[in-house]
């Protein structure tokens, strides 16, 4: 290891202050060091004048012409907030998203350009107010006027600016959220507000209220997934899986996978392991597929009960790939991750099952099974040529390539040369297609030459 990765593993483990002081002090011995750290302080500020003066000429044209100018901008601040610039960028982030909102109002956005650099001149505008917190009651008040006004804005994402208002910003967002919705203002405003106070109880750490807030609303998965979320991470476990059960047992459908995953995390938490397995192997005989089969090994490697499950999960993908095809895709992915390659293809071939999974096993089998694996890519010339399109064409004429090698190697040039006229004399209309094959360098039939 040398000296150099030495000093600076050791620079690492001091506090940004007591680094400023050792560059500071041999910045004052270096007239070198200290003119290049000039420099680039300079170099800084003048970025930001130069950023100011582009908002100052930024008139509103075309709503391209207008971004083009504001994303300029924004990329400074974004470029200066990256590097850990000390210098305050909140008052230009602000001027920049009060700018947008302004012009927003005087032209016709219809493209979105300038609504998306609004969003991201938020962001940064939050990011910015981390770095150097302005004001809180004034950051509380903008806020605010933001989210009650009449503006079509972006949802102001409050967490982002949570450490820029610290308690006393939060408190004072709460205080008038909390009078409008026992004012009971209209329904815009009182959507809002409701948002705003399940964010404030989330920020807060309030695990009481968010979850009290969140059971009110109308039953959906996603709410309960929430939930679970929120008590699991507060360690209430148990809390977590009488919630989680009651979700499951409302809903059959595909979107109950994060609740399972959930529920499971739960029950392995409060050290349950065998309901946790229970539960996965419960999952996957409703619906077996590749995701619940690496559920339920995690489970049963746990309880040291892998073997006896593994073989029954593979039993009933078998016999469930007997009735549908979709199954059979799950079931090669699993002797795939089995490292079973072999077994997996014969599943494959017999089923048949997606293109894309019977490509990844060709590329697996073509090594030493050039003959069993050309009539797959034969397919996915045919599938490539169906697009109608410049880039498919060329991928077309990739595969060409490849089968022309597995021909050679399966010592069947001859049919290669058969399938390529058949191929082209079935799409000879296809200029494009034939300059593909042209420049992949295969020497087509004489007849296309011509």
């Known amino acids: 290891m040398s000296s150099t990765t030495d000093l600076r593993g050791y620079l690492r483990t001091l506090d940004a202050e007591t680094l400023i002081e050792l560059l500071h002090a041999q910045a004052g011995r270096d007239p070198e060091l200290r003119r290049a750290l000039e420099l680039k302080a300079g ?7 130069e950023a100011h003066r582009l908002l ?9 012409e207008y971004a083009t100018k504001v994303g300029s901008v924004l990329d400074t601040l974004q470029r200066l907030l990256d590097a850990g610039s000390r210098a305050d960028l909140a008052p230009l982030a602000r001027r920049t998203v009060d700018d947008i909102s302004r012009v927003l ?3 016709d956005d219809y493209s979105g350009v300038v609504y998306d650099e609004l969003e991201r001149a938020v962001d940064l505008y939050a990011r910015a107010c981390v770095a150097h917190p302005p004001d ?13 006004g009449d503006r079509d804005w972006p949802e102001i994402e ?3 600016f949570a450490q820029a208002l610290g308690d006393k910003g939060i408190a004072r967002i709460k205080s008038t959220v909390d009078k409008m919705i026992a004012d ?3 329904d815009h405003r009182l959507a809002t507000a409701e948002r705003l106070r399940e964010d404030i109880a989330e920020i807060s750490g309030d695990v009481d209220a968010l979850v009290a807030i969140l059971s009110a609303k109308p039953p959906r998965l ?12 507060a360690g209430r476990h148990a809390e977590a899986i009488a919630h989680a059960a009651k979700a499951l047992a409302h809903d059959k459908g595909p979107a109950r996978a994060p609740v399972v995953d959930e529920l499971a995390g739960a029950y392995q938490e409060a050290g349950q392991v065998d309901e946790a397995l229970t539960l996965r192997r419960t999952e996957f005989d409703r619906k077996p597929s590749h995701a619940a089969y690496l559920a339920l090994r995690e489970a049963a490697i746990e309880r040291g009960q892998w073997p006896s499950q593994k073989r029954a999960a593979l039993s009933l993908l078998r016999e469930r790939a007997d009735e549908d095809a979709a199954i059979a895709d799950e079931l090669v992915r699993v002797l795939l991750t089995e490292e079973r390659p072999d077994e997996a293809w014969r599943v494959s071939t017999r089923y048949g099952g997606s293109l894309e999974l019977r490509l990844e096993l060709a590329e697996l089998r073509e090594q030493d099974h050039p003959v069993e694996v050309i009539p797959v890519y034969k397919i996915h010339v045919d599938e490539l040529i169906a697009h109608k399109d410049p880039f498919y064409y060329r ?7 490849k089968l022309r090698t597995l021909h050679k190697r399966a010592d069947s040039a001859e049919e290669f040369s058969s399938y390529l006229a058949d191929l082209v004399e079935t799409h000879k209309r296809k200029t494009r297609l034939i300059a593909e094959v042209r420049n992949a360098r295969i020497a087509l039939p004489k007849v296309v030459r011509a």
Do not use: H, Y
């Not at 170099?43 to 004048?49: E, I, K, L, N, R």
């Not at 809180?136 to 009650?148: H, S, Y």
């Open 184 to 186: 009971g203002v209209d």
């Open 43 to 49: 170099t800084q500020g003048g970025d930001v004048a």
């Open 222 to 233: 996603d709410i309960s997934l929430k939930i679970v979320r929120v008590l699991r991470g």
């Open 395 to 401: 991928e077309a004429a990739k595969q060409l390539r």
């Open 158 to 160: 409050l967490a982002d």
């Open 56 to 64: 100052d000429t930024a008139a509103v044209g075309g709503s391209f």
């Open 136 to 148: 809180v009651n004034g950051l509380a008040d903008w806020i605010l006027r933001i989210e009650f």
């Open 105 to 107: 109002e005087q032209i």
